[in-house]
């Protein structure tokens, strides 16, 4: 990565899903710029030591997952139906009883958006992460154009501190055992030797 970097071919290197110990390993051999971990309203681990080291090396975190699986996009309902191979079938925070404390979480948060902003809690949700220290980049992902649409309203406001406040509230009260990101990545597959 390194040497692609310093012939020019790319511009910067990132991690995903590293630790601190793994990024301190990385730098010992490549320039390390950037840093990608999930995080959103709902899985906040990354505060706990990711990104205080990505503000402390001076890295860009472009989080991923801002919407929680589209959790946060407030257009799920009880009657939301995952089916297939859709990781949500087996993430906790989309099975009972928790999907139905997470809803009501998004559903308070929504209000809390109308009221204070006229907006909807998908930019809340996205205002939210990008006003994190270190945050420079909040993706989700978005399988058609119009759910990009959403954009145009995140960057005409900002959350003040009582709103941050209220924000962590609702969520302890709602979802009194969250569930962390683990369930982000695909489970990992068993080759059949």
């Known amino acids: 990565m ?15 899903n590293f630790s601190p110990a793994q990024m301190d390993e990385f730098a010992l051999h490549a320039v390390l710029r950037t840093l990608q971990p999930p995080y ?10 990711v990104l205080p080291y990505g503000v402390k090396h ?4 472009l989080t991923y997952g ?28 989309f099975q009972p009883p928790r999907f139905a404390e997470y809803l009501r979480a998004v559903e308070r948060l929504d209000e809390l958006a109308r009221a204070r902003f006229g907006k909807r809690v998908i930019h809340l949700a996205l205002r939210w992460v990008l006003d994190e220290p270190g945050v420079g980049v909040a993706l989700w992902g978005a399988r058609r154009p119009d759910q990009v649409d959403p954009i145009s309203e995140v960057f005409d406001f ?13 969520v302890a009260a709602e979802v009194p055992s969250p569930v962390g990101p683990e369930f982000m990545a695909p489970p990992e597959q068993v080759s059949a030797t």
């Open 58 to 61: 001076h890295l860009t975190s």
């Open 2 to 16: 390194q040497a692609l970097r310093d012939a020019g071919k790319i511009r910067a290197i990132g991690v995903s």
């Open 158 to 170: 900002s959350l003040d501190v009582a709103t941050k406040v209220e924000i962590d509230r609702i």
């Open 66 to 93: 801002a919407l929680c699986r589209g959790l946060l996009s407030g257009s799920m309902s009880a009657t939301t139906v995952f089916s297939g191979d859709d990781l949500r079938r087996s993430d906790p925070k």
């Open 40 to 49: 959103n309203l709902f899985e906040r681990a990354a505060e706990a030591d």
